[in-house]
């Protein structure tokens, strides 16, 4: 598996994906970490549930990379790190980082990133909230 592209059930990693997004080249390294928060929408959240169809998420990573690297030439690397199972609020559920020569391809080129996969990965999130009771978010289910 390439390290830059990852779905995993273990906790990610911070440094980890910042080391891999870092390069000589570059003068800057964007990393957007997204988490576990404990409300939605006013509604108290307990946990949740992330799934995934894995080997087509993995190939949408590949092409929101390649897509990164067309859009933003310079862009040395894209990280994309995406944990899968159940999460407790406060833990990292999404890792994307881009190191890239100047920081403003850097941040244009995580925020594309982030947006792709937020709309084009097959990755389900389905909340548990402090009520009992659950629902699927932006599920095509």
């Known amino acids: 598996m390439i ?62 990379s390649d897509r990164c690297h067309q859009k933003f030439p310079d862009v040395t690397e894209v990280v994309i790190h995406h944990r899968l199972g159940k999460l407790k609020i406060g833990e990292i559920s999404v890792l994307v980082a ?11 080129a995580c925020r594309y990133a982030i947006d792709t996969l937020k709309i084009d990965a097959p990755i389900w999130k389905k909340e548990f909230w402090l009520d009992g009771i659950s629902s699927w978010v932006n599920c095509p289910i």
């Open 3 to 64: 390290k830059n592209l990852r779905l995993t059930h273990e906790v990610l990693d911070v440094s980890e994906v910042y080391t891999i997004a870092d390069n000589a080249r570059n003068g800057a390294v964007v990393l957007m970490s997204g988490m576990v928060r404990n409300q939605t929408g006013g509604r108290a959240v307990d946990y949740l549930d992330y799934q995934a169809y894995e080997s087509m998420a993995l190939q949408v990573f590949q092409e929101i």
């Open 98 to 108: 881009v190191g890239s020569p100047h920081r403003a391809e850097a941040f244009e």
